[in-house]
């Protein structure tokens, strides 16, 4: 059977593990000086912490892989110690490297064989809600090798030829059909052989993984997102999240 006509297993089997990868090595720099944008408080917790859980909420998750910055494990793995984690969901914690395609590959690397099915989450993601996880797993199963939750642009959005100097006018070069755009979100789920492979052709830097199996020349869908799966990247998006996350506690009552 050819590789092409071979079904992978997450196909094979709806009932595939799964497992997640957080890539947390980078420092964050947009939000300042401090520590590394993962491990900043929000609601009094890491949003490390609050990336995590999320992906453990999901019962199809029983394995997550949080990938480190190079000399920071024994912290984030003292961070995970000390934070109620779900019993179900075990938790492993690897250095990473030095771009975040690297991270994944080996947080990719570290993966027991058991597990077909990979989801990789921004740790700058802290607030995904438990239903968008469980519609990338589902899409993954039901045999696509990669899917990414999105959303529709609200802005028209325009192409521009880059100014040489920050600040400069910048001339417009098309206007794309805001109907056809999506602003992807994480986690984005895999094949977990299609995901490997893409690691192991594709040696351009990319944004995201789901354009490296794009570059395999596979079909990568779109399951709906959600607007509290939002990247916190600057101070705003922090008071942002602080503000979801108090609405939240309010709403559940502790």
Same mark, same amino acid.
């Given at each position: 059977?050819? /590789?092409?006509?071979r079904?992978s297993?997450?196909?094979?089997?709806p009932?595939?593990?799964t497992?997640?990868?957080i890539?947390?090595?980078?420092?964050? +720099?947009?939000? %300042?000086?401090? !520590?590394? *944008?993962?491990?900043?408080?929000?609601? %009094?917790?890491?949003?490390l912490?609050?990336?995590?859980?999320?992906?453990?909420?999901?019962?199809?998750?029983?394995?997550v892989? +949080?990938v480190?910055?190079?000399?920071?494990? !024994?912290?984030? *793995?003292?961070?995970l110690d000390?934070?109620?984690?779900?019993?179900?969901?075990d938790?492993?914690?690897?250095?990473?490297g030095a771009?975040?395609?690297d991270? @994944? *590959?080996? =947080?990719?690397?570290?993966?027991?064989? &058991?597990? /077909?099915? @990979?989801?990789?989450?921004?740790?700058?993601?802290?607030?995904?809600?438990?239903?968008?996880v469980?519609?990338?797993?589902e899409?993954?199963? /039901? =045999?696509a090798? $990669?899917v990414?939750?999105?959303?529709?642009? $609200?802005d028209?959005? *325009?192409? @521009?030829?880059? $100014?040489?100097?920050?600040?400069?006018?910048?001339? +417009?070069?098309?206007?794309?059909?805001?109907?056809?755009l999506?602003? @992807?979100?994480?986690?984005?789920?895999?094949?977990?052989a299609?995901l490997?492979?893409?690691? &192991?052709?594709?040696?351009?830097?990319?944004?995201?993984?789901?354009?490296?199996?794009?570059q395999?020349?596979?079909?990568?869908?779109v399951?709906?997102?959600?607007?509290?799966a939002?990247k916190?990247?600057?101070?705003?998006?922090?008071?942002? !999240?602080?503000?979801?996350?108090?609405r939240?506690?309010?709403n /559940? =009552?502790?």
């Amino acid at each position: 059977m050819s /590789d092409e006509s071979r079904p992978s297993p997450a196909q094979a089997s709806p009932t595939a593990r799964t497992a997640a990868v957080i890539p947390a090595a980078g420092r964050g +720099v947009r939000l %300042g000086p401090g !520590a590394p *944008k993962a491990l900043r408080a929000l609601g %009094g917790t890491p949003m490390l912490i609050h990336a995590v859980r999320a992906m453990a909420a999901s019962r199809a998750v029983s394995l997550v892989v +949080v990938v480190a910055p190079p000399d920071g494990t !024994a912290e984030v *793995k003292s961070l995970l110690d000390a934070h109620a984690l779900p019993e179900r969901t075990d938790f492993l914690v690897v250095p990473g490297g030095a771009e975040r395609q690297d991270s @994944v *590959k080996l =947080g990719l690397d570290a993966l027991p064989p &058991e597990y /077909d099915i @990979v989801l990789v989450h921004d740790a700058a993601r802290p607030l995904v809600p438990v239903d968008t996880v469980d519609a990338v797993i589902e899409a993954v199963r /039901d =045999g696509a090798p $990669a899917v990414v939750p999105a959303l529709p642009l $609200a802005d028209t959005v *325009k192409e @521009v030829e880059p $100014a040489g100097t920050p600040g400069e006018p910048e001339p +417009v070069v098309a206007t794309p059909p805001r109907a056809r755009l999506r602003a @992807v979100q994480t986690p984005q789920g895999f094949d977990r052989a299609t995901l490997v492979r893409a690691h &192991e052709t594709v040696t351009d830097q990319v944004t995201d993984d789901a354009g490296m199996v794009e570059q395999l020349g596979l079909t990568v869908v779109v399951v709906p997102g959600h607007e509290e799966a939002f990247k916190v990247t600057r101070p705003l998006d922090l008071v942002l !999240a602080e503000a979801v996350l108090a609405r939240r506690r309010l709403n /559940d =009552g502790f």
